[in-house]
């Protein structure tokens, strides 16, 4: 690092100073706290992004956000290039440099990991860094933070997004390193047209056969809900009413966290809801849970996360055995099909997808486990109970099955193999593989209940929970355990 570099990092860290008495630490949600605590760290994460960009020589994303946390939250994280989360060999110097006490400890601590990484400062190309915020008011000044975080490398540049969703900004750092115009408007276009493809090819007669003519969505007063108005002028097959979408305090009575954990109505639905099919978003648009009101009641027989794992699991199992009926081996593939559950999923869920002849597996709690076992098959679908969740499908699966569609559009076109095909690929492009998305899985949900001709309740009876209370317990700063 030359002196210019090192003088530029100095000034640059002696705006934001850290805050005394408190320690922050990198987790699967990156860093969190109290929104006027962040911006020293939010500034440190703004280099580590730029650091980031330069050893991989990609695209990296950086999102301010809280998720569900209460609006006076806010967070920082990284999107690593291929749109999932950061590394893990980086979170300790993640925390490294979030707990620096001055800036010249700071400016040590990262010498030290350049010299350890072996990263050269001012030869290496340009560094870009994509940043993102939701809605909360510290957004603003945190995105500033972060900019002048990137900005304190020299060679870096940031290219704000705006007000987006989280995972509107991992899609976008993904589709950005593999050549993909990467705009929200892109995003739209791809969610939009892989979902017209698996309307076109929903099983015959079932379209909108007992699924109801409305859907209608608790957006948790966040990002989620100005994102799903915008989307749904477009979507001439799905009505779809939005409610709780920037009117009210965020998260607050509201939202995929609340509804999943408190089994009730989130704020503005009740007893004249009861039957329709709903759900929810969180504050960010990463989780997704289904709902239905009960009867002269706020309370609801919940959908969660484990049930939306079921559905994918059992129509891609569907899909397989279709697109593998009646093949030779010379043009079969024996696509590797894992689902991966935590935990915390209820019990119920994975004998169900047991008895499907499905492989479970379970991981540690945290998403960055879930996503890491999902990606060791032809096609990994995670999802926690809280609705937070995806699919991935490997490079090869889809190159083989792009060739395999290509071959029966030319022998068999229209025939139940073709169509199989064509699902598949559909919903590698509706789901967002960066990371669990809310607005495209419920697009793929709803697709896959047309494709049935299923209710949320026939959904719901696919198999019943195994009781089960989930709480928070606060403690205060001391306690005693007695053993």
Not at 252 to 266: I, T
Request: charged fraction near 20%; proline fraction near 3%; aromatic fraction near 8%.
């Amino acid at each position: 690092m030359n002196q210019e570099q090192r003088s530029l990092l100095l000034r640059a860290a002696s705006r934001f100073p850290a805050p005394l008495g408190v320690k922050f630490s990198y987790g699967t949600s990156g860093f969190r706290a109290d929104a006027s605590l962040l911006e020293s760290t939010v500034f440190r994460v703004g280099m580590l992004a730029a650091l980031r960009s330069i050893q991989t020589t990609s695209v990296i994303g950086l999102m301010i956000t809280a998720s569900h946390n209460q609006v006076s939250d806010n967070g920082v994280k990284v999107a690593d290039p291929s749109g999932g989360m950061l590394t893990q060999s980086w979170e300790p110097f993640a925390d490294a440099i979030a707990n620096a006490p001055d800036p010249l400890s700071l400016l040590q601590l990262l010498e030290d990991f350049l010299n350890k990484e072996n990263i050269t400062l001012g030869t290496s190309p340009a560094a870009e860094v994509l940043l993102g915020r939701d809605t909360r008011p510290s957004g603003m000044s945190l995105v500033e933070a972060a900019k002048q975080g990137i900005a304190s490398i020299m060679g870096a540049s940031a290219t704000d997004m705006g007000v987006v969703t989280t995972p509107q900004l991992h899609w976008m750092v993904r589709a950005k390193n593999k050549g993909i115009e990467a705009s929200e408007l892109n995003y739209y276009d791809q969610l939009l047209t892989s979902f017209g493809c698996m309307l076109e090819y929903s099983a015959q007669g079932n379209c909108s056969k007992n699924v109801g003519d409305k859907l209608i969505v608790d957006a948790a007063d966040g990002v989620g809900g100005e994102k799903l108005v915008k989307l749904k002028t477009s979507l001439s097959l799905l009505t779809i009413d939005v409610r709780n979408y920037g009117g009210g305090v965020l998260n607050e009575g509201v939202g995929a966290d609340y509804v999943q954990k408190e089994k009730v109505v989130p704020r503005n639905f009740g007893p004249e809801d009861a039957g329709i099919r709903c759900a929810s978003l969180d504050g960010d648009a990463d989780r997704l849970v289904y709902f239905s009101v009960l009867s002269n009641s706020n309370k609801i027989n919940l959908v969660d996360g484990d049930k939306i794992l079921s559905l994918f699991s059992l129509f891609l199992k569907e899909q397989l055995e279709i697109l593998n009926r009646h093949e030779d081996a010379s043009k079969s593939y024996q696509a590797s099909l894992g689902v991966v559950q935590t935990a915390y999923a209820n019990g119920a869920s994975t004998d169900y997808l047991k008895q499907l002849g499905l492989e479970v597996v379970l991981t540690p709690t945290g998403v960055k486990y879930l996503h890491e076992k999902a990606a060791e098959y032809d096609i990994g679908i995670y999802f926690e109970a809280n609705g937070h969740g995806t699919i991935l499908f490997s490079d090869s699966f889809l190159a083989w099955l792009e060739n395999r569609n290509n071959e029966l559009s030319l022998t068999s076109k229209g025939s139940e193999q073709h169509k199989a095909a064509l699902r598949l690929l559909a919903v590698s492009k509706l789901i967002n593989q960066a990371a669990g998305d809310a607005l495209s899985g419920l697009l793929l949900v709803e697709a896959i209940l047309q494709h049935l001709g299923w209710s949320i309740h026939k959904w719901n009876a696919l198999y019943k929970d195994l009781p089960s209370r989930q709480l928070k317990i606060s403690f205060g700063s001391f306690f005693k355990l007695i053993l």
